[in-house]
């Protein structure tokens, strides 16, 4: 649980849980990486969706953010978590925005009726059919069984013994991070978002809920009891 539960330390708390999922996902492929007071970073190029840099203090200047990834190589990316670095000038594009969000915990759940059976991925082949039920395999083995861990749990939701909707937890940093939140057959997005959110509270009955989303995925969130806490930036380098 949070302590001093302002938006400032949530939105600090909710950057520091994601770099630790980022930070989890590029040490299960073997990258060395640096988690710090100021930022998180990557030597390496990290897996694909994953930055090679996320800011967790907001006057972090690029000098240093950028001395510490590797820009040379195709694909490098920044989640500047308070939307307040200007990368123009050192070859980045601004690939999207998006916002932090926070659900406290104890919030009531929405019931959407769904009947799926969820439970958390325990087994290296399990990860391989949760992958696939995601993104069709197109990620190529981005999750490895190394993140079979008890403060990560991949979330998945059933119909009929098919995996249709599914998500991550990470519980670090005071909070539970949920990401990559996915459904389709048999499963949509609210049942998704529900089941989820229902399955953390039995898992982190004590801990506050965060992470970040854009677009029309922001107003979800917000209908399944989240706050919009602040503005992240993705930068890509482009040059």
Not at 69 to 96: Q, R
Request: with cysteine; net charge negative; proline share 5%.
């Amino acid at each position: 649980m949070i302590e001093n539960p302002d938006r400032t330390n949530v939105l600090l708390a909710a950057a520091r849980n994601n770099a630790a999922w980022c930070d989890a996902v590029c040490r299960a492929h073997g990258l060395p990486t640096h988690l710090g007071e100021e930022l998180w970073t990557s030597a390496g190029r990290t897996p694909p969706f994953y930055p090679d840099a996320v800011t967790l203090d907001e006057a972090v200047s690029a000098p240093v953010l950028l001395a510490g990834i590797d820009t040379e190589s195709p694909g490098c990316s920044v989640k500047d978590s308070f939307a307040g670095l200007d990368l123009a000038g050192d070859g980045f594009e601004v690939l999207f925005d998006a916002q932090w969000i926070h659900r406290p915990a104890g919030a009531a759940a929405a019931d959407h009726g769904s009947r799926l059976e969820w439970s958390a991925v325990t087994a290296p082949e399990e990860l391989e059919a949760w992958e696939a039920a995601r993104d069709g395999g197109e990620s190529g083995g981005v999750f490895r069984p190394a993140l079979l861990t008890g403060r990560i749990a991949f979330l998945a939701g059933r119909a009929g013994g098919r995996i249709v909707a599914g998500a991550v937890a990470n519980a670090d940093a005071g909070v539970v991070g949920l990401s990559n939140v996915f459904a389709h057959d048999d499963a949509d997005t609210d049942a998704a978002w529900a089941g989820a959110l229902a399955a953390i509270a039995v898992r982190w009955p004590d801990l506050d809920v965060v992470g970040y989303e854009s677009g029309a995925d922001v107003d979800t969130a917000l209908r399944h009891g989240f706050t919009a806490i602040g503005p992240l930036r993705i930068w890509l380098h482009t040059a």
